[in-house]
């Protein structure tokens, strides 16, 4: 990996990177389409290609599970597999101990899985993982850390936490003696939970491991927790981490995360709702969550956002036509999943956009004006943002702050 910062924002920690990976230059701040089992949802690559996208996710648990190691390997790995011919990330399957917590249980040697599809037992150590994401040839891989929720509390954060430093460096003793480290790069996952205390011990932990790593996560987020714990551990985990090195927000991809996290010095960041909530129905606009089912865009002509360049908005396939198919038919899922791809890398490009010009602060104003203006801006966003310079209601006093987290309206309709 080469990591280059090209300009930082004079207010904020926002900063403009340029990575170059095997499979090309992806430009930072950006956001990471998540491709699960080697395919984002209903698109093609040439479909991602056409968007612009520089580099999905794909996800190592399942990708073990189906199509399994030997396909991979026989294949030449996940980018031949898929047809993806530039950068690709790997999660390590750590995520999988949350979320199939009935099916896994915990030692120190690694995680006992029983498969979901099959109930047959698969010990992932952290050699296994990083062995795993050897045959799916990935550019960036990810250590094998022991996950809890973000709502857990108790001894077992800090457990969870130390355990992660430990098999950190079994990850990278693997990783080096495997020779795979000159073409892939790993990266540590900062654990801790919600405690400022563990993830401080973490973070020193892992940073003076910066040697052998290419870059950092911040993982054990967007697990429920409420936005104003979250922010305040983005900020202190951004502010620790090495500024030579690349940082990763996992789960992230509210429009309003992303501009905080990067406001905040995030680089990257991962989530599937723009895709799922697609398949829900809702297209996302710089004017806030347009849920396409409700009966007023039936008669609806116009397209989702007439100023956006995706396929689904330039070839003007309508409002009206989307309310008659989506939820109902997979073309409208296709559609929407191909505007909402582009919404978020339009957020994030001209991000990179005012980062560069010196108009950072400006251009976090008028999103922020635009997607919350007409129902309130989120408390927590307005808190991380005066955090680092930026006063959401500066120069309108007649501004709307709201409680809460502000994604619960995201399936209402704005407009």
């Known amino acids: 990996m080469q990591f280059e910062v090209l300009a930082t924002c004079n207010t904020?920690?926002?900063?403009?990177?340029?990575?170059?990976?095997?499979?090309?230059?992806?430009?930072?701040?950006?956001?990471?389409?998540?491709?699960?089992?080697?395919?984002?949802?209903?698109?093609?690559?040439?479909?991602?290609?056409?968007?612009?996208?520089?580099?999905?996710?794909?996800?190592?648990?399942?990708?073990?599970?189906?199509?399994?190691?030997?396909?991979?390997?026989?294949?030449?790995?996940?980018?031949?597999?898929?047809?993806?011919?530039?950068?690709?990330?790997?999660?390590?399957?750590?995520?999988?101990?949350?979320?199939?917590?009935?099916?896994?249980?915990?030692?120190?040697?690694?995680?006992?899985?029983?498969?979901?599809?099959?109930?047959?037992?698969?010990?992932?150590?952290?050699?296994?993982?990083?062995?795993?994401?050897?045959?799916?040839?990935?550019?960036?891989?990810?250590?094998?850390?022991?996950?809890?929720?973000?709502?857990?509390v108790g001894p077992r954060v800090g457990e969870a936490m130390k355990r992660s430093v430990r098999w950190l460096d079994r990850c990278i003793e693997f990783h080096e003696k495997s020779g795979r480290n000159t073409v892939q790069n790993l990266f540590a996952i900062v654990q801790g939970g919600l405690d400022p205390v563990l993830r401080d011990e973490c973070l020193d932990e892992m940073v003076r491991r910066r040697e052998s790593v290419a870059g950092y996560a911040i993982g054990g987020l967007s697990g429920g927790e409420e936005k104003d714990i979250f922010w305040r551990i983005i900020r202190q985990c951004a502010e620790k981490l090495p500024a030579d090195k690349p940082r990763y927000s996992m789960g992230i991809g509210f429009a309003e995360d992303l501009l905080v996290c990067v406001a905040l010095g995030v680089d990257m960041a991962d989530c599937v709702f723009p895709t799922r909530t697609a398949r829900f129905g809702v297209a996302l606009t710089f004017n806030g969550p347009l849920n396409l089912k409700l009966g007023k865009h039936a008669k609806d002509f116009n397209p989702i956002d007439s100023t956006c360049p995706c396929p689904t908005c330039s070839d003007r396939i309508s409002r009206a036509m989307l309310h008659h198919t989506v939820t109902h038919e997979t073309a409208a899922a296709h559609a929407v999943t191909l505007h909402?791809?582009?919404?978020?890398?339009?957020?994030?490009?001209?991000?990179?956009?005012?980062?560069?010009?010196?108009?950072?602060?400006?251009?976090?104003?008028?999103f922020f004006a635009g997607y919350f203006g007409d129902v309130g801006y989120p408390e927590w966003c307005v808190n991380a943002l005066r955090s680092v310079g930026v006063d959401l209601l500066e120069g309108n006093p007649n501004a709307k702050v709201v409680k809460g987290d502000g994604a619960k309206w995201e399936y209402s309709d704005a407009m």
């Open 340 to 366: 909402n791809l582009a919404f978020q890398a339009r957020v994030l490009g001209q991000a990179r956009d005012a980062i560069m010009n010196g108009t950072f602060p400006t251009y976090l104003r008028r």
């Open 12 to 152: 904020t920690r926002a900063r403009v990177s340029r990575m170059k990976l095997p499979h090309g230059v992806t430009l930072l701040p950006t956001f990471m389409p998540v491709a699960t089992q080697a395919a984002i949802k209903g698109l093609t690559p040439q479909q991602m290609e056409g968007l612009g996208v520089t580099l999905i996710l794909n996800n190592t648990y399942h990708l073990n599970l189906r199509p399994g190691i030997e396909v991979l390997r026989e294949a030449g790995g996940a980018h031949r597999l898929q047809g993806w011919n530039h950068n690709l990330l790997t999660d390590s399957g750590g995520f999988q101990l949350v979320s199939l917590n009935k099916f896994t249980k915990i030692t120190e040697e690694g995680a006992l899985f029983a498969s979901p599809f099959t109930g047959e037992p698969t010990m992932l150590t952290p050699e296994e993982s990083i062995s795993i994401q050897h045959a799916i040839g990935a550019d960036i891989i990810m250590q094998l850390d022991d996950v809890v929720s973000s709502l857990t």
